[in-house]
Nanobody, 119 residues
């Protein structure tokens, strides 16, 4: 069973920065992609950023230019650097990993970490 352990959430003022970390229990090369999602109460979970096995990353329009996803293969860790944070970035952030076996995608999730941005 894959485990994803997140850290780095917290309370920050608008304009500040946070870095989230997600460490996997096995090599991140085993995943087709890893990413970060976020969710606020009453809304669906939304994709924030994803990095694919080949290294290509993509972002939600709302975070482009402010957030950066990266990975450390040796540490089996994916990061989300969040700069210029806004109150609307407040959410629970979840790490996601997708593995593909025989044309079937398997999704794994972390436990979530709270990010709160005060105005």
């Amino acid at each position: 069973q894959v485990q994803l352990v997140e850290s780095g959430g917290g309370l920050v003022q608008a304009g500040g920065s946070l870095r989230l970390s997600c460490t996997a229990s096995r090599s991140i090369f085993s995943f087709n992609s890893m990413g970060w999602y976020r969710q606020v109460p009453g809304k669906e979970r939304e994709l924030v950023a994803v990095i694919r096995r080949g290294g290509i990353s993509s972002y939600a329009d709302s975070v482009k230019g402010r957030f950066t996803i990266s990975r450390d293969n040796a540490e089996n860790t994916v990061y989300l650097q969040m700069n210029s944070l806004k109150p609307e970035d407040t959410a629970v952030y979840y790490c996601n990993a997708v593995a593909r076996y025989v044309a079937t995608d398997y999704n794994y999730w972390g436990q979530g970490t709270q990010v709160t941005v005060s105005s």
